[in-house]
Protein backbone atom coordinates (compact mmCIF):
# COMPACT_ATOMS: atom_id res chain seq x y z
CA UNK A 1 0.00 0.00 0.00
CA UNK A 2 0.98 3.10 -0.74
CA UNK A 3 2.13 6.07 2.14
CA UNK A 4 1.89 9.26 2.35
CA UNK A 5 5.42 9.78 3.00
CA UNK A 6 6.16 7.50 -0.04
CA UNK A 7 4.06 10.23 -1.76
CA UNK A 8 5.67 12.59 -0.19
CA UNK A 9 9.18 11.77 -0.59
CA UNK A 10 8.83 11.22 -4.79
CA UNK A 11 6.79 14.69 -5.11
CA UNK A 12 9.51 16.76 -3.00
CA UNK A 13 6.47 18.34 -0.70
CA UNK A 14 6.61 17.85 3.17
CA UNK A 15 4.55 14.87 4.27
CA UNK A 16 1.90 17.21 6.16
CA UNK A 17 1.26 19.13 2.71
CA UNK A 18 0.14 15.67 0.94
CA UNK A 19 -1.72 14.40 4.07
CA UNK A 20 -3.86 17.50 3.98
CA UNK A 21 -4.50 17.10 0.44
CA UNK A 22 -5.64 14.08 0.30
CA UNK A 23 -7.34 14.01 3.41
CA UNK A 24 -9.50 17.31 1.50
CA UNK A 25 -8.49 19.44 4.78
CA UNK A 26 -10.90 23.03 4.06
CA UNK A 27 -8.67 25.19 5.49
CA UNK A 28 -5.77 23.98 3.55
CA UNK A 29 -4.84 26.78 0.28
CA UNK A 30 -2.30 25.45 -2.33
CA UNK A 31 -1.29 26.51 -5.27
CA UNK A 32 -3.11 24.51 -8.20
CA UNK A 33 0.31 23.46 -9.95
CA UNK A 34 1.67 22.35 -6.54
CA UNK A 35 -1.73 20.28 -6.07
CA UNK A 36 -1.56 18.92 -9.43
CA UNK A 37 2.07 17.98 -9.07
CA UNK A 38 1.15 15.66 -6.33
CA UNK A 39 -2.01 13.88 -7.52
CA UNK A 40 0.03 13.20 -10.34
CA UNK A 41 2.55 11.69 -8.17
CA UNK A 42 -0.36 9.61 -5.95
CA UNK A 43 -1.91 8.09 -9.30
CA UNK A 44 1.59 7.11 -10.77
CA UNK A 45 2.56 5.35 -7.42
CA UNK A 46 -1.14 3.91 -6.85
CA UNK A 47 -2.59 5.14 -4.39
CA UNK A 48 -6.20 4.38 -4.31
CA UNK A 49 -7.87 6.73 -6.68
CA UNK A 50 -11.06 6.58 -4.90
CA UNK A 51 -9.29 8.44 -2.40
CA UNK A 52 -8.27 11.47 -4.37
CA UNK A 53 -11.08 14.27 -5.48
CA UNK A 54 -9.72 14.88 -8.88
CA UNK A 55 -9.10 18.30 -9.83
CA UNK A 56 -11.49 20.32 -11.32
CA UNK A 57 -11.37 20.81 -15.34
CA UNK A 58 -12.52 22.45 -17.73
CA UNK A 59 -13.58 20.38 -21.14
CA UNK A 60 -14.72 21.36 -24.63
CA UNK A 61 -16.66 19.03 -26.28
CA UNK A 62 -16.66 19.72 -30.11
CA UNK A 63 -20.02 18.32 -30.62
CA UNK A 64 -20.37 18.67 -34.54
CA UNK A 65 -23.61 17.04 -34.88
CA UNK A 66 -26.92 19.21 -36.05
CA UNK A 67 -29.76 19.54 -33.65
CA UNK A 68 -31.52 17.99 -36.82
CA UNK A 69 -29.27 15.07 -37.10
CA UNK A 70 -29.74 14.72 -33.09
CA UNK A 71 -33.56 15.03 -33.19
CA UNK A 72 -33.27 12.57 -36.10
CA UNK A 73 -31.19 9.66 -34.08
CA UNK A 74 -31.39 9.71 -30.44
CA UNK A 75 -28.33 7.99 -30.00
CA UNK A 76 -26.22 11.18 -30.22
CA UNK A 77 -28.61 12.64 -27.78
CA UNK A 78 -28.39 9.94 -25.27
CA UNK A 79 -24.24 10.28 -25.87
CA UNK A 80 -24.53 14.25 -25.27
CA UNK A 81 -26.22 13.31 -21.68
CA UNK A 82 -23.55 10.82 -20.88
CA UNK A 83 -20.40 12.66 -21.23
CA UNK A 84 -22.00 15.27 -19.10
CA UNK A 85 -22.96 13.11 -16.42
CA UNK A 86 -19.51 11.17 -16.22
CA UNK A 87 -17.27 14.66 -17.14
CA UNK A 88 -19.28 15.53 -14.05
CA UNK A 89 -18.14 12.51 -12.04
CA UNK A 90 -15.06 13.47 -12.27
CA UNK A 91 -15.33 16.70 -11.41
CA UNK A 92 -15.40 17.62 -15.07
CA UNK A 93 -17.11 21.14 -16.31
CA UNK A 94 -18.13 20.04 -20.09
CA UNK A 95 -19.11 23.35 -22.41
CA UNK A 96 -20.57 21.83 -25.34
CA UNK A 97 -19.89 23.79 -29.28
CA UNK A 98 -22.24 22.48 -31.75
CA UNK A 99 -20.26 24.65 -34.66
CA UNK A 100 -16.00 23.24 -34.82
CA UNK A 101 -15.32 27.38 -36.03
CA UNK A 102 -16.05 28.35 -32.40
CA UNK A 103 -12.47 26.77 -31.90
CA UNK A 104 -10.98 29.86 -33.13
CA UNK A 105 -12.63 31.89 -30.41
CA UNK A 106 -11.78 29.73 -27.14
CA UNK A 107 -8.17 28.72 -28.08
CA UNK A 108 -6.30 31.18 -26.19
CA UNK A 109 -8.69 30.41 -23.46
CA UNK A 110 -5.95 28.99 -20.77
CA UNK A 111 -8.92 27.33 -18.66
CA UNK A 112 -9.79 25.02 -21.29
CA UNK A 113 -7.63 21.79 -20.33
CA UNK A 114 -8.44 19.45 -23.08
CA UNK A 115 -11.40 18.90 -25.48
CA UNK A 116 -13.66 15.67 -27.21
CA UNK A 117 -15.09 15.46 -30.48
CA UNK A 118 -17.72 13.75 -31.91
CA UNK A 119 -18.52 14.12 -35.35
CA UNK A 120 -16.99 14.52 -38.63
CA UNK A 121 -14.59 17.52 -38.61
CA UNK A 122 -12.69 19.62 -41.77
CA UNK A 123 -8.68 18.93 -41.99
CA UNK A 124 -8.90 22.63 -41.56
CA UNK A 125 -10.69 22.05 -38.23
CA UNK A 126 -8.49 18.77 -37.26
CA UNK A 127 -4.93 21.01 -37.54
CA UNK A 128 -6.76 23.63 -35.39
CA UNK A 129 -7.67 20.66 -33.02
CA UNK A 130 -4.44 19.41 -33.09
CA UNK A 131 -2.65 23.14 -32.13
CA UNK A 132 -5.47 23.74 -29.92
CA UNK A 133 -4.35 20.93 -27.59
CA UNK A 134 -2.83 17.51 -27.48
CA UNK A 135 -4.99 16.29 -24.59
CA UNK A 136 -8.28 14.87 -27.03
CA UNK A 137 -10.68 12.07 -27.37
CA UNK A 138 -12.66 11.05 -30.58
CA UNK A 139 -15.93 8.89 -30.02
CA UNK A 140 -17.28 7.11 -32.83
CA UNK A 141 -14.21 8.06 -35.32
CA UNK A 142 -10.70 8.78 -34.90
CA UNK A 143 -9.49 10.84 -38.06
CA UNK A 144 -6.08 11.63 -36.22
CA UNK A 145 -4.83 8.58 -34.48
CA UNK A 146 -1.33 9.53 -34.25
CA UNK A 147 -2.32 12.74 -32.26
CA UNK A 148 -5.93 11.75 -30.33
CA UNK A 149 -7.24 9.03 -28.39
CA UNK A 150 -10.75 7.44 -29.49
CA UNK A 151 -13.20 5.07 -28.24
CA UNK A 152 -15.84 3.64 -30.76
CA UNK A 153 -17.82 0.79 -31.08
CA UNK A 154 -16.22 -2.18 -32.77
CA UNK A 155 -18.47 -2.04 -36.17
CA UNK A 156 -16.18 -4.35 -37.84
CA UNK A 157 -17.16 -7.05 -35.41
CA UNK A 158 -20.95 -6.14 -35.32
CA UNK A 159 -21.58 -6.08 -39.02
CA UNK A 160 -19.61 -9.59 -39.07
CA UNK A 161 -21.22 -10.92 -36.47
CA UNK A 162 -24.28 -10.22 -38.02
CA UNK A 163 -23.88 -11.62 -41.76
CA UNK A 164 -22.37 -15.12 -39.35
CA UNK A 165 -25.65 -14.95 -37.16
CA UNK A 166 -27.58 -14.83 -40.14
CA UNK A 167 -25.63 -18.06 -42.00
CA UNK A 168 -25.62 -19.98 -38.71
CA UNK A 169 -29.66 -19.71 -39.50
CA UNK A 170 -28.65 -21.02 -43.11
CA UNK A 171 -29.26 -17.65 -44.67
CA UNK A 172 -26.95 -17.50 -47.56
CA UNK A 173 -28.88 -14.45 -49.91
CA UNK A 174 -27.97 -11.59 -47.31
CA UNK A 175 -28.39 -8.11 -47.71
CA UNK A 176 -27.55 -4.35 -46.84
CA UNK A 177 -29.23 -1.12 -45.88
CA UNK A 178 -27.93 1.70 -44.91
CA UNK A 179 -26.87 5.22 -45.14
CA UNK A 180 -23.49 6.84 -46.39
CA UNK A 181 -20.37 9.09 -45.02
CA UNK A 182 -20.18 12.24 -45.91
CA UNK A 183 -16.40 14.22 -46.26
CA UNK A 184 -16.22 17.26 -44.65
CA UNK A 185 -14.32 19.10 -47.05
CA UNK A 186 -16.48 17.99 -50.20
CA UNK A 187 -19.70 17.13 -48.51
CA UNK A 188 -20.19 14.43 -50.85
CA UNK A 189 -21.23 11.09 -50.21
CA UNK A 190 -19.15 8.20 -49.49
CA UNK A 191 -18.68 4.65 -48.39
CA UNK A 192 -20.09 4.25 -44.57
CA UNK A 193 -17.90 2.25 -42.96
CA UNK A 194 -20.28 -0.47 -41.87
CA UNK A 195 -21.14 -1.33 -45.73
CA UNK A 196 -17.28 -0.92 -46.52
CA UNK A 197 -17.07 -4.18 -44.11
CA UNK A 198 -20.63 -5.83 -45.45
CA UNK A 199 -18.93 -5.90 -48.76
CA UNK A 200 -15.92 -7.00 -47.98
CA UNK A 201 -16.83 -9.91 -45.77
CA UNK A 202 -19.93 -10.90 -48.29
CA UNK A 203 -17.10 -10.78 -50.95
CA UNK A 204 -14.46 -12.92 -48.83
CA UNK A 205 -17.59 -15.44 -48.41
CA UNK A 206 -18.35 -15.35 -52.18
CA UNK A 207 -21.67 -14.23 -51.18
CA UNK A 208 -21.61 -10.78 -52.36
CA UNK A 209 -24.80 -9.62 -54.32
CA UNK A 210 -25.36 -5.77 -55.71
CA UNK A 211 -29.17 -6.53 -56.05
CA UNK A 212 -29.05 -6.53 -52.30
CA UNK A 213 -27.45 -3.49 -51.43
CA UNK A 214 -29.57 0.23 -51.05
CA UNK A 215 -27.76 2.74 -49.58
CA UNK A 216 -27.91 6.42 -49.28
CA UNK A 217 -28.55 9.84 -47.39
CA UNK A 218 -28.11 10.15 -44.04
CA UNK A 219 -29.14 7.92 -40.69
CA UNK A 220 -32.51 8.72 -40.37
CA UNK A 221 -36.26 7.28 -40.40
CA UNK A 222 -36.66 9.38 -44.21
CA UNK A 223 -34.04 7.35 -45.21
CA UNK A 224 -34.86 4.25 -43.99
CA UNK A 225 -38.52 4.69 -45.81
CA UNK A 226 -37.18 5.68 -49.17
CA UNK A 227 -35.13 3.02 -49.10
CA UNK A 228 -37.44 0.43 -47.87
CA UNK A 229 -39.83 1.50 -50.89
CA UNK A 230 -36.95 1.15 -53.26
CA UNK A 231 -36.37 -2.66 -51.92
CA UNK A 232 -40.01 -2.88 -52.15
CA UNK A 233 -40.44 -1.76 -55.76
CA UNK A 234 -36.80 -3.53 -57.30
CA UNK A 235 -36.70 -7.05 -55.54
CA UNK A 236 -40.62 -7.47 -54.87
CA UNK A 237 -41.31 -11.11 -54.52
CA UNK A 238 -37.55 -11.55 -54.95
CA UNK A 239 -36.76 -10.84 -51.38
CA UNK A 240 -33.21 -11.91 -50.19
CA UNK A 241 -33.22 -14.38 -46.55
CA UNK A 242 -32.40 -10.99 -44.29
CA UNK A 243 -31.01 -7.65 -44.24
CA UNK A 244 -28.47 -6.08 -41.99
CA UNK A 245 -29.42 -2.45 -41.38
CA UNK A 246 -27.03 -0.29 -40.50
CA UNK A 247 -29.27 1.92 -38.33
CA UNK A 248 -32.25 1.50 -35.49
CA UNK A 249 -33.63 4.97 -37.38
CA UNK A 250 -33.33 3.34 -40.89
CA UNK A 251 -34.85 0.26 -39.99
CA UNK A 252 -37.49 1.95 -38.47
CA UNK A 253 -38.35 3.76 -41.96
CA UNK A 254 -37.83 0.18 -43.23
CA UNK A 255 -40.09 -1.21 -41.32
CA UNK A 256 -43.07 1.58 -42.44
CA UNK A 257 -42.17 1.00 -45.87
CA UNK A 258 -42.69 -2.72 -45.68
CA UNK A 259 -45.68 -2.76 -43.80
CA UNK A 260 -47.33 -0.45 -46.41
CA UNK A 261 -45.93 -2.98 -49.19
CA UNK A 262 -47.07 -6.36 -47.35
CA UNK A 263 -43.60 -7.35 -46.97
CA UNK A 264 -43.75 -8.93 -43.80
CA UNK A 265 -41.20 -9.69 -41.37
CA UNK A 266 -39.47 -12.01 -40.39
CA UNK A 267 -41.47 -14.58 -42.99
CA UNK A 268 -40.55 -12.53 -46.06
CA UNK A 269 -37.36 -11.63 -44.47
CA UNK A 270 -35.51 -10.76 -41.74
CA UNK A 271 -34.05 -7.71 -40.07
CA UNK A 272 -30.98 -7.40 -37.77
CA UNK A 273 -30.05 -3.83 -37.05
CA UNK A 274 -27.65 -1.35 -34.92
CA UNK A 275 -28.17 1.18 -31.79
CA UNK A 276 -30.56 -0.54 -29.51
CA UNK A 277 -32.38 2.97 -29.14
CA UNK A 278 -35.68 2.59 -26.83
CA UNK A 279 -37.78 2.69 -29.92
CA UNK A 280 -36.74 -0.35 -31.37
CA UNK A 281 -38.61 -2.71 -28.68
CA UNK A 282 -41.88 -1.12 -29.95
CA UNK A 283 -41.79 -0.75 -33.41
CA UNK A 284 -43.92 -3.72 -35.39
CA UNK A 285 -42.37 -6.22 -35.20
CA UNK A 286 -39.49 -5.68 -32.44
CA UNK A 287 -35.97 -5.32 -34.11
CA UNK A 288 -33.14 -7.34 -33.52
CA UNK A 289 -30.26 -5.03 -32.66
CA UNK A 290 -26.66 -4.46 -31.86
CA UNK A 291 -26.85 -2.75 -27.88
CA UNK A 292 -24.15 -0.15 -28.42
CA UNK A 293 -23.06 1.02 -24.85
CA UNK A 294 -23.39 4.51 -24.65
CA UNK A 295 -22.95 5.09 -20.76
CA UNK A 296 -19.50 2.92 -21.66
CA UNK A 297 -18.19 4.50 -24.41
CA UNK A 298 -18.66 8.13 -22.98
CA UNK A 299 -17.35 6.66 -19.46
CA UNK A 300 -14.06 5.10 -20.94
CA UNK A 301 -13.66 9.06 -23.21
CA UNK A 302 -13.93 10.62 -19.95
CA UNK A 303 -11.36 8.34 -18.44
CA UNK A 304 -9.16 8.46 -21.49
CA UNK A 305 -9.05 12.10 -21.32
CA UNK A 306 -8.26 11.83 -17.51
CA UNK A 307 -5.43 10.00 -18.22
CA UNK A 308 -4.36 12.23 -20.32
CA UNK A 309 -4.59 15.39 -17.82
CA UNK A 310 -2.71 13.01 -15.22
CA UNK A 311 -0.03 11.57 -17.28
CA UNK A 312 3.02 12.39 -19.11
CA UNK A 313 2.67 9.17 -21.06
CA UNK A 314 2.30 10.32 -24.83
CA UNK A 315 1.46 7.01 -26.36
CA UNK A 316 -2.54 7.14 -28.07
CA UNK A 317 -4.74 4.25 -28.28
CA UNK A 318 -8.18 3.67 -29.78
CA UNK A 319 -10.37 1.61 -27.78
CA UNK A 320 -13.13 -0.60 -29.58
CA UNK A 321 -16.28 -1.70 -27.61
CA UNK A 322 -17.81 -4.95 -28.57
CA UNK A 323 -21.72 -4.75 -28.87
CA UNK A 324 -24.19 -7.69 -27.52
CA UNK A 325 -26.74 -8.97 -30.33
CA UNK A 326 -30.71 -8.38 -28.25
CA UNK A 327 -32.81 -10.92 -29.50
CA UNK A 328 -36.13 -9.72 -30.65
CA UNK A 329 -39.12 -10.96 -33.55
CA UNK A 330 -37.33 -8.86 -36.40
CA UNK A 331 -34.96 -12.01 -37.02
CA UNK A 332 -34.72 -15.10 -34.41
CA UNK A 333 -31.54 -17.40 -34.50
CA UNK A 334 -31.86 -21.39 -34.53
CA UNK A 335 -31.73 -21.83 -30.80
CA UNK A 336 -34.31 -19.17 -29.94
CA UNK A 337 -37.28 -20.32 -32.25
CA UNK A 338 -39.03 -21.62 -29.49
CA UNK A 339 -37.56 -19.22 -26.80
CA UNK A 340 -39.67 -15.99 -26.31
CA UNK A 341 -37.87 -12.92 -27.58
CA UNK A 342 -37.12 -9.54 -25.79
Given amino acids: MVTIREIARKSGFSAATVSRLLNHDPTFSIAEDTKQHILEVAHELGYDRKEITPPQRNI ?37 YHDPATIDQIATDDATDGFIAVGSFPTAILHKLQAFSSNGVFIDTNPLPESFNS ?17 ARGFQRIGFIGGCSFDPDTHQAGLDER ?26 VGTGYQLGQQVATTLADQLPDGFFVASDPIAV ?82 ELDEAEPR
Avoid: C, W
Fill in 151 to 167: VQPDLTYIVKHAIDVFR
Fill in 195 to 220: ERVFRSYMQELGLLDERYIFSAGHFA
Fill in 60 to 96: AVFFAITPKEELEDIYFNNLRQNIQENAHKQNMTVTF
Fill in 253 to 334: GVLQAFNEAGIIIPKDTSIISVNDIDVAKYVSPPLTTFHIDIPELSRLAINLLKDDLTSSSTTKRRILVNAKMVVRKSFLPN
